[in-house]
């Protein structure tokens, strides 16, 4: 087979590595609520955005509104520098893989893939189909009804739909959100490594944190229709900036204080009578009311005999349950003043701590992070 | 014994029930071969002639034939004129759409003879002449609201999110229809024009009020009841009835057996 | 997804203002107004061919002999007498029709629903079976339900084989008829309006999950109990239009009282209004007739809506 026909681009057509998407401003008001809020945003050509957030945080209506299903109410969004505001979605070159697949049922899994090839009226739709089903390892179900594949199987037909047409941007609604969990973790590697082949701009829409982080370069959390944060999947879980992220992206300590004094390049915080140090450049206020936030496992778990160095932030609390998973016992300690702390230590051959036993907790300043005083300590707890 | 009731209750129930619906057609099939001279009413002895020389009898033919042209046209302007509301009062929101609703359910709510009557007052006022248009008009009336509803079943159970799909792949609102759109409904439109068929061609009261001289098979059996149903009447009852049967059964083996091929392979 | 992100939403909520954009509200009204092209057509045929006449009928109900006038002469009035005339005259023929098509309406149920039961259900799965009694729920039509209550005729007459044996057992007397009887009339009914009484329940039932029978049974519900509890009022939406789609036309029907009834105690308002057009001619006598027919169903019809076009119908 050539493919000497494949790079003939008429202009805005066919872009093999993406191209730049810009949200500049993009607000979505239905009567009775805000569902985007004045968002602002730039993924650039050939990555892999994903975007985080609970159901009902815009997300899907901003994925919505890229694709040209949904108008925005103001804004407007460019693709490759071109403004594509008012362009139907018929028109965009961009490709949606839809949370349900929606594969059309009437069709053969190859008249699926060729769909979009012959609304364009490209030449050699079928070579290139067929080509699009042997990327996703389908070929031989070609002539198949989808109703006939796995869950898996349409996935990845709904995919090499999108792929065949080398669209500039492609959307993932919650793609992986239909299968099971095994399967999930084979998709995500594959579609990974699918993105990384052709190049193109994925964004993919989940509330699942995990997934975000182990697929994306760059991950913008959404929530009430805006972005909280932003940024590559390790910068986000090691520093969040917002309760928010702290608590939807993996699991957080919040604690509440004041800030005492200014240490230089740190401060200290006096948490209800515990004085806790968060270096400045990991802390969004440097005086007044202040959070210190700590990741749980970052913290250690040791008997009150037990020594500790003497720079370490340092609790006492009570063991309010303990529960051994075989890898690390998971502790929730209550601490005077402070609350309930999730905290865990690692199965390396010590009696875990018992129910109602007093335990002494540390961490290293340079792990804590600062948050608002402002901040509501429980955002994003139970958000799904 | 409780469970062996519980077991065979719906099937012996339900099966009955099919043999009464069947009992006079195999009483008409019977009698189709009957010797009959002037009436039909008792055994007289086997024959094929009546199956040989359908037509034999004066009218049977004319107005079958009568029939069928009624029930395709009737059958056609309903169905079109019924998908095209059932989609736009599913798909779009308008001013007047509850409005349109009622006014579509009424004929159903209405019994034939109050239909047949007024659309008869109607002609009269309008001093046309009953015939084959009226009939058509009175049939597409109470077909059409057959038809909307079950092509609206079918509309609202569509996934939406498929033509959101095809317009996605570039296809143009036209081709979304045609592509995507028209062909999942499609099933749901042959069986509502199927329906509307056989209720147009089964019509007798609105047919009777509004067809002046115009006979159709129905009009044509009832007015001959009196007299005495001539055999040939039966032939094409028979006839008509198994080759109802048979289309669709043919059609059915064909998609079951298709199923199965790919479901094989 | 937007049921919950209007929940979340609350806070945010907009009043008065329409927050969307003059483009967006436009291409909006651009969609409505394709819904209206689309329905024009079909309601312009009905408005010509329905409500009008309906009008004209209502009109003409009201219309008055002239003073010496021909038979079928009639003048445009407002003559409410029409009404009272035949409503004396003739309201024993409504209530029977009512009661001949209340009775058809609920044996036309107890029969359809086991069809409709042992399509949709038994028979689940076996897709040829399946078909084949469906295009048997159908194929009556085609040969033509005159002919069949013709057929009935015949089957039930005093010469015919039931009437026979039924004598023969004595369960009738030896002078005992089928045909001429109220009995024979309600039987011509429910058998014609069966397939409208089992399509629309077999439509529900075959939506029906039987996942849904078997916790019935697990939660140590007796088959007897499951049905009443579980199957009939998931079944109701089916059951409901079955049921509106036979009693409305059995009402108005007169095929049936007229070939297999006497005419003098079985005689069905249908009969009544077809003699008054075709026979007598009186036009505003029969058009009153058809009218408050017309609204007596209607008012039926929204009764029965009131009372079980909810969820549940037990």
Known sequence: MTTVTTNKSEPGTTTSSGADLHLQNISKRFVDFTAVDDLTLTVPSGTFFALLGPSGCGKTTTLRMIAGLEQPTSGSISIGGQDVTKLPSFQRQVNTVFQSYALFP?????????????????????????????????????????????????????????????????????????????????????????????????????????????????????????????????????????????????????????????????????????????PKNRAVAHSGAAVVGVRPEKMRVMTLEAEYSPSANMLTGTVLDASFTGVSTEYLVDVPGIGTLATFSQNMGQAPAQRGETVRMTWEPEFSFGLDGNEKATEGKDAL | ??????????????????????????????????????????????????????????????????????????????????????????????????????????????????????????????????????????????????????????????????????????????????????????????????????????????????????????????VSATRGIPAQANVIGSAMFLLALAVVITSQVIAYRRRKVLAAR | MTATATRRGDKKKQKLEDPRSTEEISAERRKGRMGLYLILPGMIVLALFFAAPVLVLLSMSLNAKPPGGEIGEFVPALEFGNYVTVISAYWDVFLRSFIFALIATVAALVIGFPMAYLVAVRLRGRQLLQGILLVLLIAPFFSSFILRTQAWKQILSDEGPVVTVLRAIAILPADGHLTATAFAVVCGLTYNFLPFMTLPIYANLDRLDTNLLEASGDLYASPLTTFFKVTLPLSAPGIFAGTLLTFIPAAGDYVNAALLGNNRDTAMIGQVIDSRFFKIVDYPGASALSFILMILILALVLIYIKRFGTKELF
Request: charge should be positive.
């Open chain 2, 1 to 222: 014994m409780k469970r062996v009731i519980g077991r065979w209750l719906i099937p012996v129930a339900g099966g009955l029930a099919f043999v009464y619906l069947l009992v006079p057609i195999a009483y008409i099939f019977v009698f189709s071969f009957n010797d009959a001279g002037r009436t039909n009413l008792e055994w007289r002895g086997f024959t094929l002639n009546n199956w040989q020389n359908p037509c034999g009898a004066p009218n049977v033919c004319e107005s079958l034939v009568n029939s069928l042209q009624v029930g395709v046209v009737a059958t056609v302007i309903a169905t079109v004129l019924g998908t095209c509301i059932a989609l736009g009062l599913v798909r779009y929101k308008f001013k007047f759409r509850n409005t349109a609703d009622l006014l579509i359910i009424l004929p159903l709510a209405t019994p034939e003879v109050v239909l047949g009557a007024s659309l008869l007052a109607q002609f009269l006022n309008l001093g046309w002449e009953l015939g084959f248009t009226t009939i058509v008009i009175s049939h597409v009336i109470f077909c059409m609201s057959f038809v909307v509803v079950t092509v609206r079943a079918r509309v609202s159970s569509l996934d939406p999110r498929l033509e959101e799909a095809a317009s996605d792949l570039y296809a143009s609102p036209l081709a979304t229809f045609w592509k995507v759109t028209f062909p999942l409904l499609l099933p749901g439109v042959v069986a509502a024009a199927l329906l509307s068929f056989a209720m147009s061609f089964d019509d007798f009261i609105i047919t009777n009020f509004n067809s002046g001289n115009f006979s159709t098979f129905p009009k044509f059996i009832y």
């Open chain 1, 106 to 278: 009437h069709m053969s899994v190859l008249d699926n893939v060729a769909f979009g090839l012959k609304r364009k009226r490209v030449k050699d739709t079928l070579q290139r189909a067929k080509a699009a089903l042997a990327m996703v390892e389908l070929e031989h179900m070609a002539s198949r009804k989808p109703t006939q594949l796995s869950g898996g199987q349409q996935q990845r037909v709904a995919l090499a739909r999108a792929l065949v047409n080398r669209p500039a941007v492609l959307l993932l609604d919650e793609p992986l959100g239909a299968l099971d969990m095994k399967l999930r973790r084979q998709m995500q590697v594959e579609l990974k490594s699918i993105q990384t082949e052709v190049g193109l701009t994925f964004i993919h829409v989940t509330h699942d944190q995990e997934e975000a982080m182990t697929m994306a370069d760059t991950v913008a959390v959404m929530n009430k229709g805006k972005i909280e944060q932003m940024g590559a999947p390790r910068d986000l879980y090691e520093l969040p900036k917002t309760a928010f992220v702290a608590n939807f992206l993996g699991k957080s300590n919040l604690m509440y204080g004041t800030v005492l004094e200014d240490l230089g390049d740190a401060v200290a915080v006096d948490a209800s009578g515990h004085r806790l140090v968060m």
